[in-house]
């Protein structure tokens, strides 16, 4: 009985695995060149990344991370506020194997709380988009529209028990 | 000569600020005659060097003003500014030490959008200078000792740029004063509207792109214990290098105005680099 339950845990552990390859951040709030490049600079200075490709014309930077480096997304969202502006939008590409998520619930991904809204239950793998919902990871209005759908109070705190909680839609 | 300047040459400069206030283009906020509520990045320190020269009206003769300065981004919200000044004003020979200065803002309201913002700040400014009081228009980069405060807001919608800001300035100087019978001056309101557009390059496709940005400005002050004030246009060009580095030139015109005043025209040209990242 002891061998069937860790095997069921070991089952879990592995089954709920995941890798956060890049991301595609936005930043609002510029339209010049130098501001895009305060923002290039800034995220180039956070250890967990390898690359940052950006596109001037539509605010836009496509993020490279490093493989199996602990992934932090509101260090992302700072720098760009350091650099003076604020993140419109953050898609995350990450790898599943076979990840069970239900809306409106939480689940531990390579060792992050995310927590899915807007979402059908399913079971993800291989590559897919996500798109961090939190506060100031998306216009006020769109984090209003996402705050009704959920009566989770992490999603007003960002946090449980203690723990930051990634809110997060597909 | 005069008259031909002032018919022509403001015809040509209203409607070039008409041009502005319509065009809807790429817009910039990097003002050379006054600051935008936005601040410089974080952790950045930007070097500036800066000159402004004049025709002094009292011998004719060409005067400069020599202004490096130094520029702190504290935090997202708050910057510091310090900065000094040489020049040959105020009826001196050769170029001398006049003045020292620190500049703070703080941007307390921000909304951000993609392409879009609308942002306040509130900043305040103290000046020493050794210069005598005499004229009216009072400054804080070099003519007078003072305080300043004031509150700028900038939006930027659909890639135009526009700010407007007002400021209290206060004179400090109590004994070194210059009396050539004129009402000295010791508080004022300063007014600015400045807008900005952005020529060159049409498409972005990396840092290295030299941009082009032209900028229109308004700049008024009106004393508030005598009455003494004008209105200045002044129109700018400004280039970008590598996305860090800014060269301006741009020149200021009095429309309008009955304050004592060293000169109605003036030019200003700066040099200066972004360090981003320089700052633990």
Known sequence: MKKFFFFICLLVAVSASAQFKSATLQASGLTCAMCSNAINKSLKTLSFITSVESDIKTSSFIINFKEGADINFDQLRKKVEDAGFSVAKLQVVANFNNVSVQNDQPVTVAGKQLYFLSVKNQQLSGEKVITIVDKNFLPAKEYKKYAGQTKAESFKTGEANGVRVYHVTI | MASLFSNDMYRFLFVSSLLLICSIANGQELYIFSNPASNIPAKTIVAKAGMKTMRSYHNNEREYRFMPELQLGLTKNWMLTGGVSFSNMFFQSKQQFESARLYTKYRFYSNDEVHKHFRAAVYASGAWSNNPLVYQELNLEGDNSGVQLGVVATQLVNKFAASAGVAYVRQLEKADKLDLGIPFSNQALQYNLSMGYLLFPHKYENYKQTNLNLY?????????????????????????????????????????????????????????????????
Not at chain 2, 233 to 254: D, E, H, K, M
């Open chain 2, 216 to 280: 229109c400005e308004f700049l008024a002050q009106q004393s508030t214990d005598i009455k003494a004030g004008f209105i200045d246009i002044a129109p700018a060009i400004q280039l970008i290098f590598n996305s860090s580095t800014r060269f301006n030139v741009g020149a200021r015109y009095q429309l309008t105005g009955d304050a004592h005043r060293m000169a109605e025209r003036s030019v200003f040209i700066s040099l200066e680099h972004y360090f981003l990242n320089a700052l633990k």
